[in-house]
């Protein structure tokens, strides 16, 4: 019997998927944090993980462990180098939540141009001459730069493109491997592409340092938006905060952070031209289904050995390890 330790709640259709299955049992641990499940990390096969960290300290006390999946695309909270040191796969459920983070993208930039929270605030408070402010614009016509051509970001591009809005990427790795034909060109460089738009939108994984800091935001045109459904710290929330308050910025949909939730402090939550969520880009109830069955599916495929090579992140550093369990 294989068993499989799932941390973090998961949708009814994921359990169902290990109910149906001879040979496995499970235990499902609802809470979000590394603490809750690592107590139960020894007994188990395989973990399926949400958000929540998986340090190297936490790794090692798993010594039956064989298969890490990420119940989602990214995986910067897990330490990838404690799982190859161990030669454990890590994957990922692949394309089953980009429609629904490139919608909420193109949500917050709706909301942004037309100043949805100011404009219901002016009904909730009573100020109904908000209106004649003329603060509200339209999308059409505008310019986006997206940064990160993945699958989100073409997405993303494919709607805005429909909006009527003129579209542009920032991608270096697929500038040299040859550019997909598709609604957006390529900008020139970054800092090109950022003093061309009047919207900008992160789509892409985090790294060493923020791809948005404060000469990056000093770089976009006076009034501009950002817009952020990828990763905290990718936008420098600091810097960020300073620019929308000096006006360089204009507005702003944030849907992840550095620290979550954000504390109560934050400088964000100073801004009523700010747009905020809470990590839900691709937490959409059709979205949430897919990527539970998909992770369990990814463990149990793995046990069987059909595990799409293309879906485990670490395949390389494994140095041709196979997908299989004897």
Not at 28 to 45: G, K, M, T, V
Not at 95 to 124: F, G, P, Q, T, Y
Not at 143 to 155: A, D, M, P, T
Not at 303 to 310: E, I, K, Q, T, V
Request: aromatic content about 4%; some cysteine.
């Amino acid at each position: 019997m294989r068993h499989i330790l799932i941390a973090g709640k998961l949708h009814p259709a994921g359990l169902a998927l290990l109910e149906r299955t001879p040979g496995v049992t499970y235990t499902h641990i609802e809470e979000i944090s590394e603490e809750s499940y690592a107590p139960h990390l020894r007994a188990a096969d395989a973990v399926v993980i949400r958000t929540q960290p998986m340090t190297g300290p936490t790794i090692a006390t798993g010594g039956r462990l064989k298969i890490v999946s990420r119940h989602g695309v990214g995986y910067d909270a897990v330490d990838v180098h404690a799982l190859n040191a161990r030669g454990i796969p890590l994957c990922v459920v692949g394309d089953v939540n980009s429609v629904s983070v490139a919608e909420h993208a193109m949500m917050l930039i709706l909301a942004s141009v037309k100043r949805l929270h100011r404009a219901d605030a002016a009904v909730r408070t009573g100020h109904w001459g908000w209106r004649n402010m003329l603060e509200a614009g339209e999308v059409s016509g505008k310019r986006l730069l997206v940064i990160g051509f993945g699958r989100i970001g073409r997405n993303l591009a494919r709607m805005a493109a429909l909006f009527g809005m003129d579209v542009r990427a920032h991608d270096p790795f697929l500038l040299s491997q040859g550019w997909p034909e598709c609604e957006a060109g390529p900008a020139a460089s970054l800092i090109d592409g950022l003093a061309w738009a009047d919207v900008v939108s992160v789509n892409l994984p985090k790294a060493d340092r923020p791809i948005l800091g404060a000469a990056e935001l000093s770089a976009m045109k006076r009034g501009s938006i950002v817009i952020n459904t990828a990763r905290g710290g990718i936008v420098d929330e600091a810097a960020l905060a300073a620019a929308l308050a000096s006006g360089q910025i204009g507005a702003a949909g944030i849907d992840v952070f550095d620290t979550e939730p954000p504390g109560p402090d934050h400088p964000l939550l100073a801004f009523d031209q700010v747009i905020l969520t809470p990590h839900v880009a691709g937490l959409t109830a059709e979205a949430a289904e897919r990527m539970a069955v998909a992770s369990v599916q990814n463990v149990l495929d793995f046990f069987a050995g059909r595990l799409d090579p293309a879906l485990v992140v670490n395949a390389a550093a494994l140095s041709g390890t196979r997908d299989t369990v004897k």
